[in-house]
């Protein structure tokens, strides 16, 4: 597979303001923030495109500093929180996207600017996950939900032994497996192997989408709500195995069929545009961070450092799941005195620390550590338990 990188590097004047201090639009700018040769299996590969755009002279600065500042720390487990840069970043090219005299928002899908988002959305997912020529990436709607492997799009013919994450306690391990069952993997390194030549392995990644690296090549279907991880909600990404595609049932509805989505690049009607685009900053983010194993690599130590909290707690606070199917981007913990909780969700609420009340089906707490939480919001969050820890008798 052949990518090259050197074209995403041209990338236009990043501006911003907000509309009232719009002043000019002067130069020119390559932004072919794109490979210019895609790979051979892109479903994009046809036709690079590459465009010129005006960027725009803005007079005032982004509020960046001011922001931070503003911001809480949302632990909310979808949807969930997004890197500060990127959000900056989209920030300054919401109103003009790179020149080009429109939002990306008002832009078609069927246009060159739109396409050329598309496509680099594509190529920079394929290399964080190393997605091997003969599967397909997919940008659909519908959720993770409209794209279980329950669907009639590919289940002709196949057993479907399903991997999917915990949600109930938004753990991200390996917990069920259909029609077979299986038990949970304990790691999540290794996937349990399908038994016969006619199963494949489906994936609901949804909690732990590039949250780490994977073997692509050990599953048949990979498929994840983008509002976790990766972007915001209203993309799902579906990462598909080509000889599964076309195998739909023939009552299946054309939005269910990855072989309609499939033949029209993501594009057989109008996509979540917005959430694409929004999709493809995070995956630049995400390789400027040094790739899905320096994301790993952070994202155990906020995990290390949770736990390590509730742990070394005396019980005052405890969580309910094994240590061997921990989950590092979702961590449950309950109070030993229950009646406790809602003060500690008000109490870390004014401490700018949000969203930590447990799913509705489990109570207690739920810290949503995904990516786009940083190392501070996991050490603050911690200093405030130890503190509400000291304070209420513990
Ligand atoms: C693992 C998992 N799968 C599926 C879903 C549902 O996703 P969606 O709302 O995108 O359909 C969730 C949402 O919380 C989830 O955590």
């Not at 155990?300 to 005396?314: E, F, P, R, T, V």
């Not at 094994?322 to 109490?347: D, Y």
């Not at 620390?353 to 501070?376: D, E, F, T």
Request: aromatic fraction near 6%.
């Amino acid at each position: 597979m052949t990518m090259s990188m050197s074209a995403a590097a041209a990338t236009s004047t990043t501006t911003t303001a907000s509309v009232p201090h719009l002043k000019s639009a002067t130069a020119t700018t390559q932004i072919a923030a794109f490979p210019t040769t895609l790979s051979r299996t892109s479903t994009y590969a046809k036709k690079p495109i590459s465009i010129t755009c005006s960027s725009t002279t803005l007079q005032t600065p982004p509020p960046a500093a001011a922001s931070a500042t503003d911001r809480v720390f949302n632990f909310a487990a979808g949807p969930a929180t997004l890197p500060e840069n990127v959000l900056l970043k989209a920030q300054s090219e919401l109103y003009n996207w790179r020149g080009c005299g429109m939002s990306v928002m008002e832009m078609s899908h069927r246009g060159k600017e739109f396409l050329s988002l598309i496509q680099k959305a594509e190529s920079d997912l394929r290399t964080l996950l190393n997605i091997p020529s003969e599967y397909s990436v997919l940008f659909l709607q519908g959720g993770a939900t409209a794209n279980s492997p329950l669907s009639p799009s590919i289940s002709a013919n196949l057993t479907i032994p399903l991997i999917t994450s915990s949600r109930d306690l938004g753990g991200t391990r390996l917990t069920k497996r259909l029609p077979n069952t299986a038990s949970p993997n304990p790691s999540g390194a290794d996937y349990p192997k399908p038994a016969n030549e006619n199963e494949v392995l489906v994936a609901d990644m949804s909690s732990n989408f590039c949250s780490k690296p994977v073997d692509v090549s050990k599953f048949g279907v990979i498929y994840a709500g983008a509002q976790k991880n990766v972007g915001p909600s209203g993309v799902t990404i579906a990462i598909i195995r080509s000889d599964l595609i076309g195998n739909a049932q023939p009552l299946t509805p054309v939005m269910l069929d990855y072989k309609i989505h499939a033949d029209n690049n993501s594009l057989y009607n109008t996509p979540p545009c917005y959430g694409i685009y929004m999709c493809g900053l995070v995956f630049e983010d995400l390789i400027a961070q040094g790739g899905l194993s320096a994301v790993e690599q952070k994202n155990l130590k906020k995990a290390d450092i949770l736990y390590d909290a509730i742990d070394g707690s005396k019980g005052f606070y405890r969580c309910p799941v094994e240590t061997s199917v921990r989950s590092l981007m979702n961590v449950p913990f309950t109070l030993a005195k229950p009646e406790l909780e809602a003060e500690f969700v008000k109490e870390a609420a004014k401490e700018k620390m949000v969203q930590l009340k447990g799913h509705r089906s489990v109570g207690g707490m739920r810290a949503s550590i995904y990516n786009a939480m940083p190392l501070a919001g996991v050490e603050k969050l911690v200093a405030f338990m130890k503190d509400f820890q000291a304070r209420h008798g513990g």
